[in-house]
């Protein structure tokens, strides 16, 4: 332990760190967890806690002062009992195509990233962060290179959503809620799977949960579990042909190899007319080759109609040691796949100029 503290002012500092360390934050419990906790931690009946639930997550309170439909007593106990966490909006960056970045900090000073994409049908889809950083470790990937690795918590995670719709315009809404900003997802499986259901809930902001997909690495272990504990989307980042070149790029796939994730994709429980998005980033002559194209059509084929494939040309960083391949080369492999069947989608990045494409983030405000 470190010495005592032998100033006044440090005393007061250490108290207030420990004591918020020690209280539970509200924000980060689903709305059945909330309802438990105020009947047994609290002492007060269960719609108690449906009333905070929908003070934090419909009405975006920040402080329980505001809870005007709570007794003046109750906010003063939840005050001292509990807190609620979440994020700071710091900035936002708009791209020249219209892609805003948000970049917020957390309460320990962290840095992380949300950015919201405007898409094709008017709608805009939200790619959310669940970590800062992230421990996976792919080689192409620039959350990679960020030296903290640290999981966010549920109300983290919903926070920038929650952050998102205050900077919306008249008449604009979240579409599209998609798990692949910085962080591998199902490295940080319960906080994840709380903000799912939080974002879920009715009483809070009422997603569909056919409008929220989750990105993996490839987490076979925890693959399965997300197909029965949240009925949302599953997207896989397949980004190689055969298992040396995906050990190379994905160091879980040593690990959990392209079988286990085949396997893994075969069983996951898909509701009528869904399918999953196997993505792929084109890496210039690594993994674009035709006869990469044509082992990922071999490897499929079981899965034919159970997948989408999104190609994905890769988005350079400085010092990135992978090139992007020339248009003509992904039209090539997108055509491949096409005359084998596959239902392709060719998506070239949006945000590009203020750093907020896939594999771009890392926290940092990108000189625009
Ligand atoms: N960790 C999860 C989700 C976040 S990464 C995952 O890996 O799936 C989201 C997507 O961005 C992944 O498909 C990843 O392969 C891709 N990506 C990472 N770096 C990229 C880059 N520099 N260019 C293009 N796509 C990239
Ligand atoms: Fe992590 Fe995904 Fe980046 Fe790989 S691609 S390092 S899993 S965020």
Redesign the pocket.
């Known amino acids: 332990m470190g010495t005592p503290p032998d100033t006044l002012g440090d005393m007061i500092e250490a108290t207030t760190t420990e004591a918020l360390a020690g209280r539970p934050d509200l924000k980060s419990l689903t709305r059945d967890e909330l309802r438990a906790w105020m009947v047994e931690e609290a002492g007060e009946p269960a719609f108690r806690g449906d009333q905070v639930f929908r003070w934090l997550h419909a009405r975006l309170a920040r402080g329980f002062d505001g809870m005007s439909d709570l007794p003046q007593a109750l906010r003063v106990r939840l005050g001292s009992a509990a807190r609620i966490g979440g994020l700071e909006l710091e900035d936002v960056r708009v791209a020249g195509d219209g892609t805003r970045k948000l970049l917020l900090r957390t309460e320990d000073g962290h840095r992380i990233e949300s950015v919201i994409i405007p898409m094709q049908d008017g709608r805009l889809t939200q790619c959310v962060s669940s970590q800062v950083g992230?421990r996976?470790g792919?080689d192409?990937?620039?959350?990679a290179r960020m030296p903290v690795r640290k999981n966010l918590a549920a109300s983290e995670i919903a926070d920038q959503v929650l952050r998102a719709v205050e900077v919306l315009g008249e008449g604009e809404r979240i579409g599209n809620l998609v798990?692949?900003?910085?962080?591998?997802?199902l490295d940080n499986y319960d906080q994840v799977v709380r903000s799912i259901r939080i974002l879920l809930d009715r009483q809070g902001q009422d997603f569909a949960s056919r409008r929220i997909t989750v990105?993996?690495?490839g987490v076979v272990s925890r693959i399965a579990d997300l197909g029965r504990d949240v009925p949302v989307n599953l997207?896989?980042?397949l980004?190689a042909s055969h298992d040396v070149q995906r050990s190379r790029l994905i160091p879980i796939n040593k690990k959990w190899d392209i079988a286990q994730l085949m396997a893994a994709l075969e069983a996951f429980p898909l509701p009528p007319r869904r399918r999953i998005t196997v993505?792929y980033?084109l890496l210039r002559e690594v993994n674009d080759t035709p006869e990469d194209a044509r082992r990922l059509i071999a490897m499929l084929r079981g899965l034919r109609d159970r997948v989408k494939v999104n190609l994905?040309?890769?988005?350079?960083?400085p010092g990135?040691p992978y090139g992007r391949p020339e248009p003509a080369s992904v039209d090539r492999f997108g055509a491949t796949l096409r005359d084998a069947r596959f239902n392709v989608t060719i998506r070239y990045?949006k945000g590009e100029d203020i750093g907020a494409?896939?594999?771009?983030l890392d926290g940092e405000a990108v000189a625009a």
């Open positions: 992230c996976i792919c192409f990937c620039y959350t798990y692949m900003g910085m962080g591998e997802p990105s993996t690495s997207a896989v980042s980004n993505e980033v994905i040309p890769f988005n350079p960083w990135a990045s494409a896939c594999g771009q």
